[in-house]
């Protein structure tokens, strides 16, 4: 699976973007989906994940309730919804898969990476 991140740029502190992560392959629906990002100076860390059916969504406490993460099997498309941004989000954007139905928080349990995307919340 090779994935290729998207969408990223540069916004006004309380704007929205949307970060699209394209999937080469054809076993897209069986890989469960993660976003992590990594801002500079600091580790990566995780920000949502999506079960291989998009029926479950798990995020971390930082971004609940203004990221909304989702997918479309059939178009091997996987996206994040991020509204009332803050220059606290400011970092590479980066999109994960783990082959399986299950999710997962921690980054070593990621098979695949796209490059990242960035993203820069100005105040």
């Known amino acids: 699976v090779q994935l290729q991140a998207s969408g990223g740029g540069l916004v006004q502190a309380g704007g929205s973007l949307r970060l699209s992560c394209i999937a080469s392959g054809r076993t897209f629906s069986r890989h469960s989906m993660g976003w992590f990002r990594q801002a500079p100076g600091k580790e990566r860390e995780f920000v949502a994940a999506i079960t291989w059916s998009g029926g479950s969504t798990y995020y971390a406490d930082s971004v609940k309730g203004r990221f909304t993460i989702s997918r479309v099997n059939a178009k091997n498309t996987m996206y994040l919804q991020m509204n009332s941004l803050e220059p606290e989000d400011t970092a590479v954007y980066y999109c994960?898969?783990?082959?399986?139905?299950?999710?997962?928080?921690?980054?070593?349990?990621?098979?695949?990476w796209g490059r990242g995307t960035q993203v820069t919340v100005s105040s």
């Open positions: 994960a898969a783990v082959r399986g139905s299950g999710y997962y928080t921690q980054s070593f349990r990621y098979d695949y």
